[in-house]
């Protein structure tokens, strides 16, 4: 009788266990990725032009902004946020482009921040070596009161 | 009792014989109408480019650049459609997105119209862009591309005349600093005249337009 017991407990214990597990799976699943890039590239730009950009969209699920303000990788001598600005001078000529370099860039709680050409990039700057198309470079992205964020984005012609 | 009329036909001769000329002019005006309504059907439309035509074309004044192989005059190019664009290759960004967007649409002309025209690139940086670098990074994307650069003056001189404005921002060290620059494309048709100016948005946004403006440039041209 005793020993039918403890069956029926352990029996209970397995499927309290399994019950658990599941909902561990489940709320994993159900969890939004952490601060990630999607899209990610470098562009490959040719030897011995010393700059290019990193580009791609990041997402922030958490509830706070995250301002992007560097990065390192051991293909270039420094990374920098910058922003394309245009500027209509009411010219036939068309408008004044200038690359600013900016303290941050704010990926919004919730939000994403696109990084494209003609906008918000991560400037590239002292190539170490010349880019192949399709190798893939790994950076740290670094974010003002955050840890950083390590990617691996291809080289494209883009 | 009436006498027979036997007069009747000859007064409905005399009611339709002023008639039938009526009858002509409308059927010789629906004819005309018919025939206005056709030609508006199949003749060509009026071509609409995407980039409004200068309204008062110029010759380009001739100028001397120079490209890893020897100077280049603009004169070089008469007889071809010319696309000029000013940058630096030091940019990481507006440049190379717009020398892609160059190359996707020279890439895209049928390859007769495609040797009719000539892209230049035009270094706004004479200091770092020398005639080496600058063939290397337009023959980068497309090695049919030319590559300009030459003394501070001339490409003042040359900027000077397309309204381009370019400057020097955020120098940290004697090579290290940005430009800041109009990034249009200026198209010179086969006889040198400044015809299109296009931004780089419109590069971006209708490639194929673009394509066809040049081939309808060369058409007109020919």
């Known amino acids: 009788m005793r020993h039918r017991r403890t069956t029926a407990a352990a029996r209970g214990l397995v499927w309290l266990a399994a019950l658990t597990a599941l909902m561990a799976l489940t709320a994993a699943l159900a969890a939004p990725p952490p601060l990630h890039l999607e899209d990610a590239c470098v562009r490959w730009i040719p030897a011995p032009v010393p700059n290019t950009s990193l580009y791609g969209a990041?997402?922030?699920?958490t509830d706070q902004d995250l301002h992007l303000v560097g990065a390192t990788t051991s293909m270039a001598t420094s990374c920098m946020p910058m922003t394309t600005r245009k500027q209509d001078t009411g010219s036939p000529s068309g408008p004044i482009v200038s690359m600013v370099p900016v303290d941050a860039l704010t990926v919004p709680a919730h939000g994403r921040l696109k990084l494209?050409?003609?906008?918000?990039h991560l400037m590239l700057m002292g190539l170490t070596a010349p880019l192949s198309e399709g190798t893939v470079i790994e950076l740290s992205l670094r974010f003002e009161g955050a840890a950083?964020?390590?990617?691996?984005?291809?080289?494209?012609?883009k | 009792m009436p006498e027979p009329v036997d007069s009747e036909p000859v007064d409905s001769a005399a009611v339709a014989a002023p008639r039938r000329p009526l009858w002509i002019l409308v059927g010789a005006l629906l004819v005309v109408v018919a025939a206005l309504v056709v030609w508006d059907m199949v003749r060509p439309a009026p071509y609409t480019?995407?980039?409004?035509?200068?309204s008062n074309p110029t010759v380009a004044t001739d100028f001397t650049l120079q490209s890893a192989s020897g100077p280049v005059h603009l004169s070089d190019f008469d007889g071809r459609v010319v696309m000029l664009f000013f940058g630096y290759t030091h940019c990481p960004d507006v440049c190379p997105t717009e020398m892609m967007q160059l190359a996707q649409i020279h890439g895209s002309l049928p390859a007769k119209?495609?040797?009719?025209?000539?892209v230049a690139m035009i270094s706004v940086d004479p200091e770092?862009?020398?005639p080496e670098v600058m063939a290397t990074y337009a023959h980068a994307f497309s090695p049919a591309f030319h590559g300009l650069t030459g003394s501070p003056d001339a490409i003042g001189a040359v900027a000077k005349q397309f309204f381009v404005s370019y400057q020097k921002t955020d120098q940290t060290g004697p090579d290290a600093y940005f430009m800041r620059h109009t990034a249009s494309v200026y198209v010179l048709d086969p006889q040198r005249r400044l015809t299109l100016i296009y931004g780089g948005d419109d590069l971006a946004n209708d490639p194929e337009r673009i394509a066809r403006d040049l081939q309808h440039l060369l058409v007109t041209a020919d």
């Open chain 1, 116 to 120: 494209e050409p003609g906008g918000d």
């Open chain 2, 49 to 54: 480019y995407l980039s409004e035509p200068l």
């Open chain 1, 58 to 61: 990041l997402v922030n699920p």
């Open chain 2, 128 to 130: 770092r862009d020398t």
């Open chain 1, 148 to 157: 950083p964020l390590t990617v691996r984005a291809p080289v494209l012609r």
């Open chain 2, 113 to 118: 119209d495609r040797d009719r025209v000539a």
